[in-house]
């Protein structure tokens, strides 16, 4: 098997929960598509197999003093009192909880690359392969793909545990992303390839 990290991506209460912050936006389209039970399913698949397991989070310190005020997408966080680290809300959710032995991956910016340990850990550990999913797709999924990518890394994308905030969304950045990587559905997968 190719030295593998799984990387689920901003997976956290905020985001995905049905009481979350964005259980209205989000939280709809994981629920209809899946997602989490999905994504349950493709972790257990990859312990089975010996991959990695990292869990990337997005938050801020109480202050927001990591986030940026100009940011369109940053600016409603420090506005709403979410993704503020040490909350519920990021905490990934408990389906999907981590393992004491998984990486957390904390950034303050849409890549899972930029300013964060995530380098280090692929590095370290000799990763051959990404397999990658999360809310969103257009954001965190697809700034990952595009940054593995140029990083000289194989990319997977499990298209069925990824979600956009409407299914246009998702299917546009599924569309795109397809240059970067491979996209295939999480029970297709062979892990131990």
Request: aromatic share 14%.
């Given at each position: 098997m190719?030295?593998?990290?799984?990387?689920v991506m901003d997976m956290m209460n905020d985001l995905v929960a049905e009481d979350g912050f964005n259980a209205q936006t989000y939280g709809v389209q994981v629920k209809e598509r899946g997602v989490l039970e999905?994504?349950?399913a493709a972790i257990a698949a990859a312990r089975a197999a010996g991959a990695l397991i990292g869990y990337v989070r997005v938050g801020f310190s109480a202050d927001y003093r990591e986030a940026p005020e100009a940011s369109p997408i940053f600016s409603g966080a420090r506005k709403n009192g979410i993704f503020q680290l040490g909350t519920w809300g990021t905490e990934v959710h408990t389906s999907i909880a981590p393992q004491p032995q998984d990486?957390?991956?904390?950034?303050?910016?849409v890549s899972p690359f930029y300013a964060t340990s995530l380098e280090a850990v692929l590095r370290a550990n000799k990763v051959e392969r990404i397999v990658m999913c999360g809310v969103s797709t257009n954001g965190v999924v697809h700034s990952g793909a595009r940054e593995a990518h140029d990083r000289d890394y194989e990319v997977v994308i499990l298209d069925?545990?990824?979600?956009?905030?409407?299914?246009d969304e998702h299917m546009h950045a599924i569309a795109c992303m397809g240059r970067y990587g491979r996209i295939v559905e999480s029970t297709e997968?062979?892990?131990a390839a």
């Open positions: 190719k030295k593998t990290l799984f990387l999905r994504t349950k990486f957390d991956i904390v950034k303050h910016r069925d545990c990824c979600a956009g905030v409407t299914p997968f062979d892990w």
